[in-house]
Every structure is written in C-alpha cells, then in structure tokens.
C-alpha cells in the first residue's frame, strides 16, 4: 500500500480472520486510519479448526465471540449495519444497545422492515441514522442500468418503494 501510494488504494480489515488464526491485533494501530476503507466484524471463537469450517459453522455477530466489540465501538463514530438482524423474520439487534452512544452514527442496510429496533434504539439515544430503503432503491435503479442501458428514475423508484412497503 505505501508503495503504490495511490489515494484510492486502502485496506480492508475482516476481524473473522483474524481471530480465526489467533492474530496479534496490535499491528493494527499502526495502519493510518485515512487508509482503511472497509472493516468487515465478524466473530468467532477460538477453536481448533479449519476457518472454511469454522466460518460455515461457528461464525458469530460481532460481541458473540473473542472479538472485543466494547473497545471498537468505544473508538468508533459509526456503524453500518449489514447483517441479517432486524429482517422481518430475524428480529433484534446486532449489538448490545449499551454500545450506542449519542455521538454514533447508524448506517442500516436492511430494508424490510425500514424501521428496524437497531434504528429505533439509535434514534432513542441521539444517533444520527439512515435506514436501508437506499440500498434497496439505488441497487434496483444499478440493475435497472445493466439490464437496459437506459437511466432509471430514482427519485419515481424511491416513491414506489415507499407506496409497496406502507401496504
């Protein structure tokens, strides 16, 4: 990365990895923080095992296993949410609602429901939030301009989204 010095190269971090081989996480305070783009937390216990299998079977939300969710959470300003939890059919949250704080920001990438408690715990405690709806909008108008050529009415989409999910 400091070779190629390019300003749109950066890293990313996958904690389920890491955990997996029992890494030293201290070489991590070194990585300037402009030049990480993306952290993936997922958990795991520490077990004796392949990480294929340990990934299909033993894979955890960040908090459930070794990873100390507490600290990230106490040194980041925000979360994007990218889990299953808070679907219709997987209530609840991804995290202990004591990590919230107010100085947080809560980024939710599922969208059905579009108010999901991981949101309504957040706006309870004064975080800045920002449902799903988004994703699923800007994704169908992405794949509306593969699939055609043509551009998609965003702002008709998003209106449309609205009408399907208020039935």
Request: glycine share 8%; charged share 25%; net charge positive.
């Amino acid at each position: 990365m400091e070779r190629a010095n390019h300003p749109r190269l950066g890293l990313i971090l996958d904690s389920f990895h890491t955990l997996v081989r029992s890494d030293d996480w201290s070489a991590l305070r070194d990585l300037p923080g402009n030049r990480i783009f993306f952290v993936q937390v997922g958990d795991a216990p520490r077990m004796n095992v392949d990480p294929l299998t340990l990934r299909r079977h033993h894979s955890r939300l960040p908090g459930d296993g070794d990873f100390d969710l507490a600290a990230a959470m106490a040194g980041a300003d925000g979360l994007i949410q990218c889990t299953p939890t808070g679907m219709g059919k997987r209530p609840g949250l991804p995290l202990k609602a004591a990590l919230l704080q107010s100085r947080h920001w809560i980024a939710e990438i599922v969208y059905f429901p579009p108010e999901t408690e991981l949101l309504r715990v957040a706006r309870a405690k004064g975080c800045r939030t920002l449902d799903g709806s988004g994703m699923a909008v800007f994704q169908a108008v992405g794949a509306f301009r593969l699939f055609t050529g043509l551009d998609a009415d965003a702002a008709r989409m998003d209106a449309q989204f609205w009408q399907l999910v208020a039935k």
